[in-house]
């Protein structure tokens, strides 16, 4: 059964008839979750369940999906469980009985809970319905009321009935390997073809079903299909291992070239380049021989232009103090001649005021003498 999530459960049961009562058992449950629940739930923590009733579950909440129990036809007799639901695990495979006297079918709403805590459950998907039809009484297999009935040496009724149910397993199951071998693409089978080989194979030692040639022809046909199913994706695995391997390699061997292109590049990049780092140093050597020579020669042409300045400098200096010193003997003569020439006036005024006076000490002296005429 499949999910609209394309969760995939896998029902076993059997339907029997005991002190008068059919009998529903659940025998095996299988349960693969799909992408979309994959990764989210736990698979220990989910749970496949169906109900018999709607309504108040007791202290168990469900929530999510809105769920439906499965309708029994008002010619049979069914007791409703205490819960009004069935899980369906490794722990607890239910049972459910049925008064009824003739065949009918019941069709049981199955669907997918998750455990989320203490009586807590959120239903993520609904798995359809479980189609289940009960035979009747005569038609109901290995497990008739009747079971002191003396052997004979013809087929029963009870015998053909058993034969014709699990014929109609052996269809069901072929069609089965038939779909999941069809799907299958690769090695490994996948767990549910496997399981289901492995049922045919029972199926196929069932003395029902060794009696009917055809039925075990198929069956052989279907085993034959699996083994060369298997063969064809092995070679097919052979072949795309030989194939990755020489895609390997050969990436590999790309890998190897482009490695080795890289790293001959890389020399022959690191070659040019210490052929240029040696012309550089080449011409940082010659630049340098010509800068120092060109410094020494501008310092030459400094020191002989910074002398040519001093010694400019040296005469501007010594005509400079010649201008002086004669500008001292000037100044000093000027002022030797002009002493000079104060001094002879000075004297020639003193002699003539001594003269003078002398001569007008004499006329006094005359004058008293004589009046003698001194005039000049």
Same mark, same amino acid.
């Given at each position: 059964?499949?999910?609209?999530? %394309?969760? %995939? ?20 449950? $299988? #349960? ?13 923590? !989910? +749970? ?10 007791? =202290? ?9 129990? *499965? ?44 455990? @989320?805590?203490? +009586? ?16 009747? /009484? ?23 009935? @058993?034969?014709?149910? =699990?014929? %109609? ?21 996948? =767990? ?24 075990? /022809? ?26 990755? /391997? ?15 292109? %890289? ?25 340098? &021989? ?18 040519? #300045? ?16 004669? =500008? ?20 020639? $005024? +003193?002699?003539?005021?001594? *003269? !003078?006076?002398?001569?007008?000490? /004499? ?12 005039? &000049?």
């Amino acid at each position: 059964m499949y999910s609209e999530s %394309r969760d %995939r459960i896998i029902l076993d049961y059997d339907v029997s008839f005991r002190n008068n009562q059919y009998v529903l058992r659940f025998t095996d449950v $299988r #349960k693969i979750l799909g992408n979309k629940f994959k990764e989210k739930f736990k698979p220990s923590r !989910v +749970k496949v369940m169906f109900f018999d009733r709607e309504g108040n579950y007791d =202290d168990i909440r469900f929530a999510g999906k809105n769920t439906e129990a *499965f309708s029994i036809p008002s010619s049979v007799s069914y007791n409703c469980s205490a819960d009004g639901f069935f899980f369906i695990d490794d722990d607890d495979y239910p049972e459910l009985t049925f008064r009824a006297t003739t065949a009918f079918k019941l069709s049981v709403p199955v669907y997918l809970a998750y455990y @989320e805590k203490k +009586k807590h459950y959120n239903i993520f998907a609904s798995c359809g319905s479980l189609e289940v039809e009960f035979p009747s /009484k005569r038609n109901t297999g290995s497990h008739l009321e009747n079971q002191a009935s003396p052997a004979v040496t013809i087929i029963s009724q009870e015998e053909e009935g @058993e034969a014709n149910i =699990d014929i %109609r397993v052996v269809e069901m199951t072929i069609r089965n390997v038939n779909e999941l071998l069809a799907e299958q693409d690769e090695l490994p089978f996948t =767990d549910d073809l496997r399981d289901a080989v492995s049922r045919l194979r029972a199926l196929r030692e069932n003395p029902s079903v060794m009696c009917d040639k055809r039925v075990a /022809k198929r069956i052989d046909e279907v085993l034959d299909n699996c083994r060369e199913k298997e063969r064809e994706l092995k070679t097919k695995s052979r072949a795309a291992a030989e194939a990755e /391997k020489q895609a390997a390699e050969q990436k590999e061997e790309q890998a190897r070239q482009q490695a080795q292109a %890289r790293e001959d590049s890389i020399q022959a990049a690191n070659q040019l380049r210490a052929e240029e780092q040696k012309k550089q140093n080449i011409w940082l050597i010659i630049g340098g &021989i010509i800068l120092a020579i060109l410094t020494f020669v501008g310092n030459q042409l400094f020191q002989h232009f910074r002398n040519l #300045k001093n010694q400019k400098s040296m005469l501007d200096m010594q005509q400079s103090v010649v201008k002086r010193a004669e =500008d001292e003997a000037r100044r000093r003569a000027r002022n030797a001649a002009h002493s000079q020439v104060n001094r002879v006036k000075t004297e020639a $005024r +003193k002699k003539t005021r001594d *003269f !003078v006076n002398d001569t007008m000490g /004499k006329m006094g002296k005359d004058k008293k003498k004589g009046n003698k005429d001194y005039s &000049i």
